[in-house]
């Protein structure tokens, strides 16, 4: 038993082996998404919020027997939701992909 190792040393030889596997780093890096992902990525957070919502909204009025309250309660805080997931998804896009800082700009309609 006195030939084995210490788990402490097994974990640092697993972590260098994959640092080992994994390279430079480089590729760790997400890639740029397509407007079309993004979009489906919106249109994906925004619906489900809502489906969330108004089904616990329903299960809502089935127990407490309020209908249809529970389910325009819960409609309405899964918009809610809804509309906050997409703003978040966006802020976290545009802080991945910053714009470029010597872009021309683009007249307005009254230059």
């Known amino acids: 038993m006195a030939d084995k190792k210490p788990p402490e040393d097994a974990l640092s030889d697993l972590r260098r082996r994959v640092d080992a596997a994994r390279g430079d780093g480089a590729s760790r890096n997400a890639l740029a998404q397509s407007p079309a992902s993004l979009a489906f990525r919106f249109g994906g957070e925004f619906g489900a919020a809502i489906i969330v919502g108004a089904l616990l909204g329903y299960g809502a009025d089935y127990f407490l027997h309020s209908s249809p309250w529970g389910l325009v309660i819960g409609f309405g ?35």
């Open 77 to 111: 805080l899964g918009f809610a939701a809804g509309i906050v997931n997409v703003v978040r998804v966006a802020q976290s896009f545009n802080n991945a992909n910053p714009p470029n800082p010597n872009a021309p700009s683009i007249p307005d309609d009254d230059d």
